[in-house]
């Protein structure tokens, strides 16, 4: 008979590998988690916001008892140039509302309570154990190799939820090598700072209440570059993160990057008088639909970032783990009742993605990592279109503003062209298709 020591082995404990983890224990199904780190999270990296109703199906009402750190309140876009910065956003009651849409949370917290609730439900986690390699009988993934002295362990199908730049994925032949333009990496510091202070600095009434800003725009040099505020309980969570190609390109590593992000005169007194408590760098998959290896083969399934499901334009990537482990974990408890763990029947993962809102949502934004990589100037050109014409409208100084819209439409000839703005229009309705 064929040895296997769990039904299901998951390689990574991080949001996909958990919520898996969750589903299938909860089915009374034997599972192991094998984690390389010393606990669940404490290998892992996030700006930290955690967007609700992915895990909020699995654990309904988790956040009253999760170690979450404020909800968000408030949303923000700044566009920075040198000198100045044009906002936009959305501060609305309506997420002030139990459940909440959002939190701040960290990571190695988070991750550590979500573990606990995945044991509880009679997973086995395995910490620090490193998986080496896939074990493969014949074409069929039928267990892993790990670190550990007789360190094989089998399984009916492996889930592989070892992040970013999978190197199972890769050796399956499933995942492509990772160009590039298709990954970011990302720097975050963890300044502290009295929650009062913070609850001033951001305009929130108390310290449950938070607030975040997504920042890119000309000042960081024509770079596919997004840098980030968010307000946890006593400290905030400031990071950014550039595609490597723009890094490599522009000889600029992510901690200087950081450094230039802190100097700008609108970020400067937020984080002014703070201790820096932490500092964290981590790669992005920013590739989006296209960049996605295959997603199952014989006795596997790849979830979460090892499977590049990140929508880096709203920043949900924990969440879109979260909904493809539940979705791979239900994949195999419909193939368990077939006695059939051969890709024909795992293909029925890649289906339940594609009808669900995470492929749903890359595939919208399909093209627009392309078309950034090939028109890097439509984050920094326009924006600095926007803030130099509204910096003329506001500036007063006895000119009659129709004189103003002239100056601004000749601006817009002279430094865009009407026919490139039309252009540009065309692309990325084009790129929405
Ligand atoms: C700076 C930054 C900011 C971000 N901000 C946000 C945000 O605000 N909101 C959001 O939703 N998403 C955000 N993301 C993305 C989010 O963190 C990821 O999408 C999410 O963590 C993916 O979860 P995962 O379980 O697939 O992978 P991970 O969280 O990376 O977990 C993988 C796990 O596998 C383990 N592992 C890896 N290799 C092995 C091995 N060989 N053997 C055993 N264990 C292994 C790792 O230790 C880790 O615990 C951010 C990412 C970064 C880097």
Known sequence: ??????????????????????????????????????????????????????????????????????????????????????????????FNIEPYNCFSIFRAKF?????????????????????????????????????????????????????????????????????????????????????????????????SEGVTIEITGPYFNNMRAMGFIYTNRNSLSIGIGAVIE?????????????EILKKHPAIKPLVSGGEAKEYMAHMIPEGGYYAMPRLYSDGVMVVGDAAMLVNSIHREGANLAIESGKLAAKTYIEARKKGDFSKKTLSSYQKKLEESFVLKDLKTYKNLPKLLEEKRYLISKYPKFIIDSMYEIYNVDRVPKSEKIRLIMNRAKKEIGYFNILKDIFNIWRSFR
Request: glycine share 8%; no cysteine; proline share 3%.
């Open 246 to 258: 723009d890094l490599v390109r522009l000889k600029i590593n992510p901690n200087d990057l950081l």
């Open 111 to 207: 991750d550590k309570w979500f573990a606990k609730k995945v044991a509880d439900a009679s997973a086995m986690i395995i910490n620090e154990t490193v998986v080496k390699d896939l074990i493969l009988e014949g074409e069929k993934v039928s267990g892993v190799r790990t670190d550990r002295p007789n360190g094989d362990l089998y399984s009916d199908v492996v889930i592989v939820a070892d992040g970013v730049n999978s190197f199972l994925a890769k050796s399956l032949g499933l995942g492509k090598e990772i160009r590039t333009n298709d990954v970011a990496i990302a720097v975050k510091e963890v300044i502290e700072l009295p929650d009062k202070v913070i609850n001033d600095r951001f305009g929130v009434s108390n310290s």
């Open 1 to 94: 008979m064929k040895r296997t020591d769990f039904d299901v082995i998951i390689v990574g404990a991080g949001p996909a590998g958990l919520a898996a983890g969750y589903v299938l224990a909860k089915e009374g199904i034997s599972v192991a988690i094998i984690e390389r780190g010393i606990f669940p999270g404490s290998k892992n990296v996030m700006g930290g916001i955690f967007y609700r109703s992915s895990l909020d199906d699995l654990i309904p009402d988790f956040y009253k008892e999760a170690p979450i750190e404020r909800h968000i309140v408030e949303q923000k876009f700044w566009f920075l140039s040198e000198d100045s910065m044009f906002s936009t956003g959305l501060r609305s009651e309506r």
